[in-house]
């Protein structure tokens, strides 16, 4: 079970999401809400309704339907305001008097709301909270029930400020800059749609964590994945930084050597996730001229780690390694991916991925981390790179993971010339992986740059593509817009006299978060070709 979930039944999920995390992505190239992340999670899920949103600053309990009984009973009661709702918020302002309700009408005005006379009507109470533990320990905190009669955006957050009260971190109406918006959404309570019962749902609050540790713990499965990403540079509030969690180690990359506070952070994480040691990359644009040993990490403090290890993602063992350059042997940003083909299920409304014996080519497979994940789902696989040391590497995780090796294929070799060799075979795939490298070169076909060259690496591999197969494409090109990324596979289909039949597009996973500080950098698409 995904750890964020707090309740589950035949009609309902409910959630308690974390602050950051966006309900629904505004757009599909933002980043991915936790609609979506879960509609895309499981299949049970894929008929997932919404009907009620968190601001994405605001953390808290979130109901989705899974039935239309309960996405009419809900729509209705939420219309009806006989949905109850109570939040928490934490301010550094004076609250008077102890218990009121502020009555308004909200209008937007560009990124704000504000009360304004032709605006829509909204109705919050308030309560100041007294609790003499937390009097103690908040340092001048005041903490305040608030009870929205309506559900209008932002409307407890304009009502505390216009009423002198800014939550605190919500710069946005006037509030003290802080790690988070301190407003939680602690309790739902409604009449279950089959039952007629009375049903309260509770997300306990803790102000106290950290927000970015926070999320990670929502998306994570402990007992699956020991390998995610725990700061992404300006979208975590460190800009340039990046730190992962590989099993028992720490991987910390900037294109500086650390600060004093850095470091300070890494020692408070290893601690918090009791791990052995922890590693830092210097970023270099002239990783090309580094010798193996310049480009691979170095230990900071604690234990050094084996020449190999493993790590644990989605229940699937890998081999990772500090002592072999610039790559430890996974890019994490593709976790999602590779458990869309582990499970078979991509997203609603999208065929599901193989049947038993179906056929995959993995193109520029590295250490062929999605073949090990389809091979476990049925799939004969093919890898194709032109490292030998990384098919080798490749061999190794298959053989971790209880797979024979000698059950499928490993080629060695220049992937355009290959698609070449295997359209005149006559072979043909079931399913292609194409993530390339955003820049390579071979003696056979020269400079590979991927704005310039991914639509003709489409056209390349569409010929050893099955009527009906699924095509996986992915590129981090940072540069590169998505809007054009998207442009380049779909114009690569139409000369091939080729359909795209469905197309679902995903961006990094959650704990890669997007601000507009950190842009989204991945960009996938998973299309099915008549």
């Excluded at 032709?118 to 009870?147: P, Y």
């Excluded at 830092?280 to 170095?298: N, Y």
């Excluded at 497979?365 to 476990?376: D, E, L, P, Q, R």
């Amino acid at each position: 079970m995904v750890p964020c979930v707090i309740f589950e039944d035949e009609h309902l999920l409910a959630v308690h999401k974390p602050a950051g995390w966006s309900t629904h992505a505004p757009s599909p190239f933002a980043g991915e809400g936790i609609y979506d992340w879960l509609r895309a999670r499981e299949p049970r899920w894929s008929s997932l309704a919404i009907l009620h949103r968190l601001d994405k600053e605001t953390s808290g309990v979130l109901v989705f339907g899974k039935t239309s009984l309960a996405n009419k009973s809900l729509t209705e009661q939420f219309t009806q305001h006989r949905v109850r709702k109570k939040y928490l918020l934490f301010t550094d302002r004076e609250v008077s008097p102890r218990e009121f309700t502020v009555k308004t009408c909200l209008r937007r005005l560009g990124d704000k709301y504000a009360s304004r006379p032709d605006g829509e009507t909204a109705e919050t109470k308030f309560t100041l909270v007294v609790d003499a533990k937390f009097a103690v320990e908040s340092a001048g905190l005041k903490m305040v029930s608030a009870e929205p009669l309506t559900g209008r955006t932002h409307q407890i957050r304009v009502h505390a400020a216009e009423s002198g009260f800014p939550i605190l971190g919500d710069t946005l109406y006037g509030g003290t800059a802080s790690l988070r918006v301190f407003l939680h959404a602690g309790e739902i309570a409604f009449t279950h749609p089959a039952t007629n019962e009375p049903v309260k749902l509770l997300a306990p609050v803790d102000f106290g964590r950290e927000p970015r540790l926070a999320l990670r713990t929502a998306v994570v499965e402990p007992g699956a994945t020991n390998a995610f990403r725990l700061i992404n540079g300006a979208s975590d509030g460190w800009p340039g930084w990046f730190v992962e969690r590989l099993g028992d180690f720490l991987l910390s990359q900037s294109e500086l050597p650390l600060n004093t506070r850095q470091s300070g952070e890494l020692l408070h994480l290893a601690k918090v996730y009791a791990l052995r040691g922890a590693y830092h990359k210097i970023l270099s644009r002239q990783i090309r001229r580094s010798s193996t040993a310049d480009a691979s990490p170095q230990l900071l403090f604690g234990e050094a780690a084996p020449e190999r290890f493993e790590i644990l993602e989605n229940g699937i063992r890998y081999e990772m390694s500090f002592n072999e350059g610039y790559s430890t042997g996974l890019f994490l940003d593709q976790r999602d991916n590779r458990r869309r083909l582990l499970t078979g299920h991509v997203a609603s409304h999208f065929p599901q991925l193989s049947t038993p014996d179906s056929q995959l080519l993995n193109c520029f497979a590295y250490t062929c981390g999605f073949s090990v994940c389809a091979a476990k789902a049925g799939m004969r696989t093919t890898s194709l790179d032109l490292s030998r040391k990384y098919l080798e590497w490749g061999r190794r995780n298959f053989t971790l993971n209880g797979l024979d090796p000698a059950a499928h294929d490993f080629i060695y070799g220049d992937t355009f010339d290959w698609l070449r060799r295997l359209a005149k075979k006559g072979r043909a795939f079931d399913a292609l992986v194409l993530d390339p490298p955003t820049f390579s070169q071979s003696k056979e076909n020269g400079v590979f740059r991927v704005e310039k060259n991914f639509g003709e690496l489409v056209a390349a591999a569409l010929p050893i593509l099955k009527p009906g197969g699924i095509l996986l494409a992915s590129t981090n090109a940072a540069d590169w817009p998505p809007g054009k990324f998207l442009a380049a596979v779909e114009s690569a289909v139409r000369p091939a006299k080729r359909k795209i039949l469905n197309q679902h597009y995903v961006p990094q996973p959650p704990d890669f978060p997007v601000s507009r500080a950190e842009p989204a950098y991945l960009k996938t698409v998973w299309l099915k070709v008549s």
